[in-house]
């Protein structure tokens, strides 16, 4: 079946630095993608969104980034600082496919050396 | 507002015996959604609910396990009876879906250790 995975299992950058972290889909259809994070003993945190009809959305300190083209997206983190230090998961929903299933990616653990 | 809410937040049971796990999603969500995450597997989706009614339990791994959703405010998943590969952190998510597409919110996981 259609997944999605990531291209790096673990991350580290110095504080202050900017962060990215790629994820690569393979589904097509997919129309709708969020990226969450999750600190250690916590359940996934909801950072930010984008729909298909988009190539990029700011957030705070954040960015995300999707390229249809080449079925690519990533998470910008600006100015990375101690608190961003998790794993972080992309997931992306096809609402076509008439699920309301988001399929997770395997995670990429980020950590940020002071 | 409270967030998704599950508990207990940990559990240590013996094999063979019975587990409930209860979650109350956030008030107005439509939507909930049983994840089991282990380091082997990741976040597996379970089951997930709609307006109160079962409409995916194909990632549940065998007759031992069942959800249930009473009403909009409360749900169990049961492991009867349990096994040590059971062992795992257990999400419940919930959501406001609008035209098939809406963001999931995680609660803090109960942490299942079965000996």
């Known amino acids: 079946g259609e997944s999605v995975g990531l291209h790096l299992p673990t991350l580290s950058v110095q504080e202050g630095d900017n962060s990215i972290i790629n994820c690569a889909y393979s589904n097509s259809a997919s129309d709708y993608f969020i990226w969450y994070k999750q600190e250690s003993g916590k359940g996934p945190q909801f950072i930010i969104d984008i729909r298909s009809n988009m190539d990029k959305r700011q957030g705070q300190r954040v960015t995300v980034l999707l390229n249809k083209t080449v079925k690519h997206l990533s998470l910008q983190i600006a100015a990375t600082q101690p608190g961003d230090s998790a794993v972080y998961f992309c997931?992306?929903?096809?609402?076509?496919?008439?699920?309301?299933?988001?399929?997770f990616g395997k995670g990429t653990k980020l950590s940020v050396i002071p | 507002d409270a967030g998704v809410i599950q508990s207990p937040r940990h559990e240590v049971t013996e094999m063979g015996q019975e587990v409930t796990l209860r979650c109350k999603p956030i008030?107005?969500?439509?939507?909930l959604f049983w994840y089991r995450q282990t380091m082997m597997r990741g976040l597996e989706l379970l089951i997930y609910f709609n307006n109160n009614v079962p409409i995916d339990d194909s990632g549940m791994p065998e007759d031992r396990f069942s959800a249930k959703m009473p009403n909009a405010s409360f749900s169990t998943l049961k492991i009867q009876p349990s096994e040590p590969r059971d062992s795992a952190v257990y999400f419940c998510?919930?959501?406001?879906?609008?035209?098939?597409?809406?963001?999931?919110?995680f609660g803090p996981g109960t942490r299942l250790t079965v000996l």
């Open positions: 008030s107005g969500h439509n939507s």
């Open positions: 997931a992306e929903n096809s609402s076509g496919a008439g699920s309301y299933q988001l399929t």
């Open positions: 998510a919930s959501s406001f879906l609008a035209g098939g597409l809406g963001t999931q919110y």
